[in-house]
Each structure stands twice: as structure tokens, then as C-alpha cells.
């Protein structure tokens, strides 16, 4: 039995962790049905539109055509970095908590096997779950909006969702090891979220002010929210290039620059949870 | 594996030293177990039982020190040294979104065992622990003492060459312990290796071969159990109860060469042997000899207690 295969062993371990987790069942429920919701209202106001609405740039149908992007970009926004903080965030400091660790570790498999085939697992169902609702979003465009155009790219977006959201994933996972303590660890990662969005928009407002200082700009592109939330409509508008795309209007938009920040984000995170790991004791239970 | 087989010295832990901040948990510990020993690891609660126990399992690292599994460290190899290792921690907290044979399954797995070998033994394990109507139960539903029985249970899926428990008994009613100290005692004959840690004195005379007593982080005994009552006992005593104690009895018992000393209380004597001889035949004919009435005579021999409470006063 080789790494690949007691590394394997841990990830089927970890999905069955994390889904013993009523509260992921009710986060995904939560996404999916937002989702459904989105699509209704989107229809109702398309076929209901408010006396005196109108469209600049493309035509009703055009949009509609694109709809699939708001169902697979929209869970994005801030339905999915919480299901990978969710998920990351119990990974290894459960173990601690619950008393489980020994058990687990005083078995045949290394360190980095074990730490390896936890993330992987992690990092799998939350493909699993971008997988769902990526679906979702796709086929309630297609449903109530009919056939949709340059929907060939929903499976790249879905390997750019799923990148994005290894930054937030790997930072909770790396809280999680390093604090030992599942609470803190999710609530430090829904922190910087929450505080890089904050922050992202005082900047924001600040280059606006200053009269377009750049200073402010590329500052607000280092926050994590940055590379996460614009780096799928990045993508998207360099696949779409029709002019008529009303959904991913971020011209200029850096892909090389997001797609670094979140490498660094993410590689350090495992850096720092694999050295925590291999060097330091298997504490007891904690919880 | 090939070092286990060749090697009759299953652990070896040598010089071991672990702080926890500025606490010194154990200090300089060092012991051998060889093959087919079951040996007793007792000590005082917070000694440094388990602390010596998760650093041989690599989950702990010593400050200085190291141990070895069948020739390996499991620190810097955990897939080897640990392959031939079963082990029940104290009061084990296991996987509650798992029913038993699902956790048995996956610690099977962990040790590579084929689907087969897997599907044996755990049904002929669960059975043999006293879970074959629960296996297919959610452990989160298991009672303290199901959970310790599964804890046996995973520590025994690999067959290994080397079964560590910590506190294997606790929390088990009296029939359980008697069945499992029996299992313990089988898996002795077997060959296999058996490390205990209890404080259960008791427990630890009735099936180890070997004991390593443990206190403030020191080894204060390691040795064969044949050997630990002797080596704490510092005299032999006959206690003697009589209908009158007189005095020239008393002085008379004293000017015995093999007589220490006399004490007397009420119409009891405790009479202190200069050799570690049962010599109560001698003793009791000196009675008569002063017309002594003999209600009861015992000769007081040390058990393991007497001789690990001394152990943890530093007496030997």
C-alpha cells in the first residue's frame, strides 16, 4: 500500500466526516434554493417588467441567452467561500477536539498522508458541491430561459470556481491546524472574508475620492476576496467576448494577477499547516 | 516487518525525555520489552504513563531520547513501525458517524488488509468482544464500556505483533475485564507482545510477565514480576496473635539470631525476620516454649502493592 492509496484512504474518511454534518446539508440546501429563487424572480421581472424598463446595450433575448452565467457565477458571491470555510474548518481540529487524532495516527500512515488526504477530501466534496450547483445554475437557465448561448464554457468555469475557492479552503484548513480549535478557525476565516470585503470597499471608495490613485487599487487586488470573486468573471470574459455578455463586464480584468494572488494565498496556507502539523505533538483531546 | 521478525526486542525505549512547557513529563525513561512478555506499566495518575505510551506511537515527540518498534522509530517511519502495532488509548473516543464494522472496515483498510480479510475478522472480532448485535449500530449510540470493547477490538484488526493498551480495563463491568484479561493472557501465548499501562494493581499481578513501574516521570522499577515483590521487600514479618503476651516471651523471641525485632500490641506480636524466610514453625515452638496460647499465626508477605507504594517512595 503506497501513499497514493493511504492518502485515498483518509479522503473517503473525510467525506464521510463532513457529511455527518446536518449544518452542510442545510448550507447547500440554503445555496441551491437561493439559486431556484434568483431564476424566479429574474423571470418574473423578465416577463413582468416594471412599466417603463428598458435595457441599454443588448435586447431582452440576448440576455436571456446568457443567463446561465448568474446561476453558476451568483452562489460565488458568497455562498461558496462560506461552504469551503465550512468545510475546511473542522478538518483537522476535530480530530483534536473529538480525541480522534490518536486513533487515526497511530496507525501505519505518515503525516503528510494523513494531512494530504484530509485537504484532498475537503477540497473534493467542495468540488462536489460547486459540481451541484454549477448544474443547478446551468439548467435553471436553461429551463426558464431556454437554450443558452456559449454554455460549452461552464465546464472551465467550474475548474475556475473550484480554484478560486481553494484560497479560502486552504486558509481555514491552515486555521484549523494551526489554532486546533473548529469555532475559531471558521470564525478568523469568515473574519478576513468579511473583513477583505470591508476593506476591499473602503479602498474602493478611497480611489474614487483621491481621483483614481492607483496605489489604492493595487492594494485592494492583495486582499483574499479580490482574486476569489473577480477572477471566474475574469475568466468568463475572456472565453465570452460577444459584446453583448452583460454578466461579466470587467474589462481589463487580470486573470494572471488573481490566479497568482490565489497560488500565494493557498500554497502558504499549506505551507504553514503541513509545518504546524509534522513538527509539532498530537495533542489530546481539546474539545 | 523483517526486523521484527529477527529482533526478540519488540520495544526498545532509550533515555526517553519529554517537557511539556517547563514541565518535565518524563525523564530519562528507558526500558526493553522483548517478545511474547506481557508487560504491566504502572504508575500514579499523571506519571507519565500515556505520555511514555503516545511517544512510542510517534504521536508525541521526545525532547531527547528515542524509541523503537521492532528496530524502527516510529516517528521517522510510522508505516513500518506501526504496521505490527495494535493500540487501545485510555478512555478511547472513536468515529460516532460510523457504525462499528464501518470503523472496523476502515482501520482494516488502513492496514491494507484485503476485502476478504477484512469481511473475517470483523465478524469473528465483534463476536469476540461482545458487540456482534451492534456492529451494524451507529457507535455515537454505544455506551461507555461498548466503546472500550470496539477500542479492543480495532486494536486487534491487524492481528499485530505488539498490542499497547492504556488503561485497557477502565470503564468495563467485572465480567468484561475478566474476559478480556483472559483475551490479553491467550494473545500472550500466541507470542504476541502485550504493554499494559494500568494503575490496577491487581489486574497487573494476575497476567504480566514483566512489570516497569513509573513515577514523577522516572522509571523506579523495571523488571521481571518474580522479581519486583522481592526486590521491595526489605523483611519478612510474622504477625502472631495470642490469648496473653508476657514479657520474657517477648525477650526470648528477641534473642533469636533470625529475629530483628519484637513489637507487641495488645496480645498481638509483630515479629520482624532477619531473613526473608517463612519461619513460622520456629517461631511458633518458642511460643509454646513459654507456654504460649496461639490463636493465629501469618506470615506477612509483601504484594504488589505494598511493593509499588514503596516503589513510589523512592525505597527499594
Not at chain 1, 79 to 87: C, E, G, Q, T, V
Not at chain 2, 56 to 72: H, N
Not at chain 2, 222 to 247: H, N, S
Amino acid at each position: 500500500m503506497g501513499f497514493l492509496q493511504r492518502s485515498a484512504n483518509i479522503v473517503t474518511y473525510e467525506w464521510r466526516r463532513a457529511l455527518a454534518k446536518k449544518w452542510l446539508y442545510a448550507l447547500v440546501i440554503l445555496a441551491l434554493a437561493l439559486q431556484v429563487g434568483l431564476f424566479v424572480l429574474f423571470y418574473y421581472f423578465f416577463t413582468n417588467p416594471p412599466p417603463g424598463f428598458t435595457i441599454t446595450g443588448p435586447s431582452l433575448e440576448e440576455v436571456k441567452a446568457m443567463m446561465w452565467l448568474v446561476g453558476v457565477l451568483g452562489p460565488q458571491s458568497l455562498f461558496i467561500p462560506l461552504i469551503a470555510i465550512m468545510i475546511a474548518g473542522g478538518s483537522m481540529s476535530e480530530e483534536y477536539e473529538h480525541g480522534t487524532a490518536d486513533i487515526l495516527l497511530s496507525k501505519p500512515i505518515t503525516k503528510i498522508e494523513y494531512m494530504t488526504g484530509k485537504f484532498l477530501g475537503g477540497l473534493s466534496l467542495l468540488g462536489f458541491v460547486i459540481a451541484l450547483t454549477t448544474t443547478l445554475g446551468a439548467t435553471l437557465a436553461y429551463g426558464f430561459f431556454g437554450p443558452q448561448e456559449s454554455i460549452q464554457f461552464v465546464p472551465i468555469i467550474y475548474l475556475v470556481l473550484l480554484y478560486s475557492n481553494m484560497l479560502f479552503f486552504s486558509m481555514t484548513f491552515m486555521f484549523s491546524e494551526v489554532l486546533r480549535r473548529t469555532t475559531l478557525s471558521i470564525l478568523a476565516a469568515i473574519g478576513i472574508l468579511v473583513g477583505s470585503v470591508f476593506i476591499g470597499s473602503i479602498l474602493s471608495t478611497m480611489y474614487v475620492i483621491s481621483g483614481g490613485e492607483q496605489l489604492y487599487l493595487e492594494i485592494s487586488k492583495w486582499l483574499p476576496n479580490w482574486s476569489v470573486s473577480n477572477l471566474p468573471s475574469f475568466v468568463a470574459s475572456e472565453l465570452i467576448t460577444a459584446p453583448e455578455n452583460p454578466f461579466v463586464s470587467v474589462p481589463g480584468g487580470d486573470i494572471q494577477l488573481a490566479a497568482a494572488i490565489i497560488a500565494v494565498y493557498t500554497v502558504a496556507s499549506i505551507l504553514i499547516a503541513a509545518l504546524k502539523f509534522v513538527r509539532s505533538d498530537v495533542t489530546k483531546r481539546t474539545g | 516487518m523483517v526486523n521484527a521478525l529477527a529482533s526478540q526486542q519488540v520495544i526498545m525505549v532509550s533515555n526517553l525525555t519529554k517537557y511539556y512547557g517547563n514541565f518535565k513529563a518524563l525523564d530519562s525513561v528507558s526500558f526493553a520489552v522483548d517478545k511474547g512478555w506481557v508487560y504491566g506499566y504502572l504508575g500514579p495518575n499523571g506519571a507519565g504513563k500515556t505520555t511514555t505510551i503516545r511517544t512510542m506511537l510517534g504521536l508525541l515527540k521526545p525532547d531527547q531520547g528515542e524509541v523503537q518498534i521492532a528496530g524502527v522509530n516510529p516517528e521517522k517511519d510510522p508505516v513500518q513501525a506501526l504496521q505490527i502495532v495494535g493500540y487501545a488509548p485510555e478512555l478511547p473516543a472513536l468515529q460516532p458517524f460510523f457504525t462499528g464494522e464501518q470503523l472496523l472496515d476502515f482501520m482494516g483498510k488502513m492496514f491494507g488488509l484485503s476485502t476478504q480479510d477484512r469481511k473475517e475478522r470483523i465478524k469473528r472480532l465483534l463476536d469476540l468482544v461482545g458487540l456482534k448485535e451492534w456492529g451494524d449500530k451507529k457507535i455515537g449510540k454505544y455506551s461507555k464500556g461498548m466503546v472500550q470493547r470496539l477500542s479492543v477490538a480495532i486494536a486487534i484488526i491487524n492481528d499485530p505483533m505488539l498490542l499497547i493498551m492504556d488503561e485497557p480495563t477502565i470503564g468495563m463491568d467485572p465480567e468484561a475485564t475478566a474476559h478480556f484479561r483472559n483475551l490479553f493472557t491467550n494473545l500472550s501465548k500466541e507470542g504476541k507482545t502485550v504493554f499494559i499501562s494500568s494503575h490496577l494493581l491487581d489486574e497487573v499481578q494476575r497476567i504480566c510477565t514483566h512489570v516497569g513501574m513509573i513515577n514523577k516521570g522516572r522509571i523506579v522499577f523495571d523488571g521481571p514480576i518474580t522479581q519486583v515483590l522481592d526486590a521491595f521487600t526489605q523483611q519478612w514479618v510474622i504477625e502472631a496473635e495470642l490469648k496473653e503476651v508476657t514479657k520474657i516471651m517477648i525477650s526470648a523471641l528477641k534473642e533469636l539470631d533470625y529475629v530483628q525485632d519484637v513489637k507487641a500490641e495488645g496480645n498481638k506480636l509483630r515479629i520482624e525476620l532477619k531473613e526473608k524466610k517463612d519461619l513460622r514453625g520456629e517461631i511458633s515452638s518458642e511460643i509454646f516454649k513459654h507456654k504460649g496460647v496461639l490463636l493465629s499465626l501469618n506470615l506477612h508477605q509483601i504484594t504488589l502493592e505494598d511493593a509499588y507504594l514503596r516503589a513510589l517512595k523512592g525505597g527499594q
